[in-house]
């Protein structure tokens, strides 16, 4: 049941990214690098706030999973997340004003304010959301969770497209948003009405604030981290650099939603066998990730990034040229926080937030001086390629703290079971760089994409199973993982379940 929550959670998320990458593509090439660093722009602007209503998910999920009263905890969660909401909107609304009128700030372009304000409101809308995602991750209802997202990602990117076909520019990107909003919310209603809600309880909501406090940090300096690296980019730069960097992360996100599903389903459920005491569990759980990953998300993840230039020329153009070194770093960097994932949920599992929070503030240090560095134009003026720098160091440094500190706490060490993978790859990589570079690079982008990479990702996998890298068993787990018709009866019956257990 394990795999069809992951591979469902997984699935709809890289459903959603790849839909969104792909019609990413088609706005990228017609509308050019302004118009998408606009709309990353305000929205990385609107989303630098939103700490304010990121505050109570993890508490929900943790109280739930450990066997709190569930209908008092949804009361309760739901009045932190109203009162949450007016905060964000009232607080965004006052510092676009102060900013606008105090200080005079003018933008490059000037329909980037209007973006602004529609992308906030879509913002608040789509709040509604999240809250339907949290709720039926404390329960581990994958199906619930995920569907309503996924179907408004659908009708979004359809619209978007239409829309930049079209002609349309900015704001009429930001406006499908906001209708997209409003058109799928009535589903998140009607899961919402399966809920049950009790009272609010004022205990529950004092474990609430114990565990949101460590967590306010780490909601802070994680948005900040995320979304106003794109502000400071656009100050020390320009709106166009921020549409490089963006079309770079479009693409490699995708891979970062395998880490972040270990993290949606692996957090309730460690903070389950924690109440159990039973660690053993948690790190079979782990041990069978990180063999998965290293055998088949790594493989790709290194083709990715060392053949970054056909990949990236092919999907946006000649044009978006400048994205192509971010690509092959953000993709590098992504598999450090599919890697860490499990070990920062086993610290979120055994309660440790405040230790969380510390992590994290370490990591905020070094990504603040990491970025001055990289970016500022009296030392090495990067631009945006000092974003993608910095999140490489900033993620490596995170896991080794999080697989340090998970060590100290429980015992679970498995970085030596996964040396002959890291050995391997720090030896086959400057090799196909260098191969790649000296007879292929000048070849045709087809040519590379329909056969240099192929032949290059069969001749790994023989590699692998030369050196014993990979078993019979993980073609297995890999077929278990996948198979659609375990997930499809998954799915059918958690939407038929309307039950509130």
């Not at 990117?157 to 002609?167: A, D, H, P, S």
């Not at 260098?434 to 329909?450: G, T």
Request: aromatic share 16%; with cysteine.
């Amino acid at each position: 049941m394990l795999k069809q929550k992951f591979i469902i959670d997984f699935g709809s998320k890289f459903g959603s990214y790849l839909i969104t990458a792909i019609t990413g593509i088609v706005v990228a090439r017609l509308a050019g690098p302004e118009v998408v660093g606009t709309i990353t722009y305000s929205t990385s602007y609107v989303i630098t706030f939103s700490f304010i209503t990121g505050l109570f998910g993890s508490a929900h999920i943790k109280l739930v999973s450990e066997g709190q009263n569930e209908e008092n905890c949804n009361k309760t969660y739901l009045i932190l997340m109203v009162f949450s909401i007016i905060l964000f909107f009232l607080t965004v609304l006052g510092f676009f004003f102060i900013q606008k009128y105090l200080f005079k700030y003018k933008y490059d372009f000037p329909e980037t304010e209007t973006v602004i304000l529609i992308t906030l409101i879509a913002f608040i809308i789509s709040m509604m959301f999240q809250m339907n995602e949290t709720y039926y991750n404390a329960k581990i209802k994958q199906a619930k969770s995920n569907l309503p997202a996924f179907i408004k990602n659908i009708i979004y990117n359809i619209l978007r497209v239409i829309v930049v076909v079209m002609g349309m520019k900015a704001v009429a990107l930001a406006s499908v948003n906001l209708i997209t909003a409003v058109i799928t919310v009535p589903l998140v209603i009607y899961f919402l009405k399966q809920l049950k809600f009790g009272k609010w309880d004022k205990i529950l909501f004092k474990k609430y604030i114990k565990i949101s406090i460590p967590i306010f940090s780490i909601v802070v300096t994680g948005v900040i981290m995320s979304y106003a690296d794109k502000l400071i980019l656009e100050y020390y730069s320009s709106i166009k650099e921020v549409g490089y960097y963006s079309a770079a992360y479009s693409i490699g996100g995708m891979l970062i939603l395998l880490g972040n599903t270990a993290g949606t389903v692996f957090f309730s459920l460690f903070s389950t066998y924690i109440s159990q005491n039973n660690l053993e569990a948690i790190k079979s759980k782990i041990k069978t990730f990180e063999r998965f990953i290293f055998i088949f998300a790594l493989p790709l993840i290194m083709i990715l990034a060392l053949y970054a230039h056909p990949v990236m020329i092919l999907l946006l153009g000649a044009k978006y040229e400048p994205s192509v070194p971010l690509f092959s770093v953000l993709v590098l960097s992504s598999f450090f926080i599919i890697w860490g994932m499990p070990y920062g949920n086993v610290l979120s599992g055994l309660g440790l937030f405040w230790l969380a929070s510390y992590i994290n503030f370490a990591k905020f240090i070094l990504f603040i001086i990491t970025m001055i560095i990289f970016i500022s134009p009296s030392i090495l003026n990067l631009g945006a390629m000092a974003l993608a720098i910095t999140a490489l160091v900033t993620n490596v440094f995170m896991f080794l703290l999080f697989y340090y500190f998970s060590y100290k706490k429980t015992g679970i060490r498995l970085l030596k079971e996964q040396g002959s993978y890291i050995t391997f790859w720090c030896l086959l990589s400057p090799i196909i760089y260098l191969v790649y570079n000296k007879y292929f690079h000048s070849l045709s982008i087809v040519i590379q994409l329909i056969a240099v990479i192929p032949i290059t990702l069969v001749l790994i996998y023989i590699l692998y199973y030369l050196f014993g890298l990979i078993k019979k068993q993980d073609i297995d787990i890999l077929k278990q993982t996948i198979r659609l018709s375990s997930a499809s009866s998954y799915i059918k019956n958690e939407i038929k379940d309307n039950t509130h257990n």
